[in-house]
């Protein structure tokens, strides 16, 4: 998924990318073979190693789509106008609706993420910590301005909100009674109502 003003994804990339997808979701990461990915896209394993240098760079990239927009998002939040409330409670709507919208990516990379290469496994985590610490840092606003209370750790709070968001895909169905912003709404209250300082 490209960023907003990034050029259009290369059609050969798109497609290999799409294909990977579609393959490690029906058949799980460790039991497709690159010929298999190459044949489903329709090009050579040439053309594949002329933008991925090997199968573990494409599970990093089809993870890395959904963490570049999310942390896009997320920055653009961080710094809108309005309450530390509004702009968490955003955020954080906004973290389960791209994760939904991005279902197959996010399920298949927490699948399989320990099948990865150690450097790449050592990135991906890197990747991830940054977006969970620029989430905190609005946490941790909340709490020294006093709207949010102050005796649990912003760390652990984040741990806590990112480990439902991450376990979405094994029951979230689009078909099913709820729509991601609506999920995403009760998340987000469910975090905010957790933050209110006690009477």
């Excluded at 993420?113 to 969970?132: F, G």
Aim: glycine share 6%; hydrophobic share 40%.
């Amino acid at each position: 998924m490209a960023r907003s003003g990034a050029t259009v994804e290369e059609p050969v990339r798109h497609r290999l990318l799409a294909e990977a997808t579609r393959l490690f979701a029906d058949r799980g990461f460790e039991s497709t073979s690159v010929q298999e990915i190459v044949t489903a896209a329709g090009v050579t394993k040439g053309a594949m190693y002329h933008y991925f240098a090997s199968k573990d760079d494409l599970l990093h990239e089809i993870y890395g789509r959904v963490l570049r927009l999310q942390m896009d998002r997320l920055m653009a939040f961080a710094q809108a106008e309005g309450s530390i409330a509004e702009r968490l409670h955003d955020a954080a709507m906004d973290v389960v609706v791209t994760t939904v919208d991005n279902l197959d990516d996010s399920k298949i990379f927490f699948r399989s993420m320990h099948q990865l290469a150690p450097d790449t496994r050592k990135t991906v985590r890197a990747e991830r910590r940054r977006y969970h610490e620029c989430f905190r840092d609005l946490v941790t606003e909340g709490q020294r301005t006093g709207v949010f209370r102050a005796d649990i750790p912003a760390e652990m709070v984040v741990d806590f909100f990112f480990g439902s968001v991450h376990h979405l895909g094994t029951w979230y169905h689009p078909d099913g009674p709820l729509t991601g912003p609506e999920v995403g709404r009760h998340f987000a209250d469910l975090l905010l109502a957790s933050l209110r300082p006690e009477s």
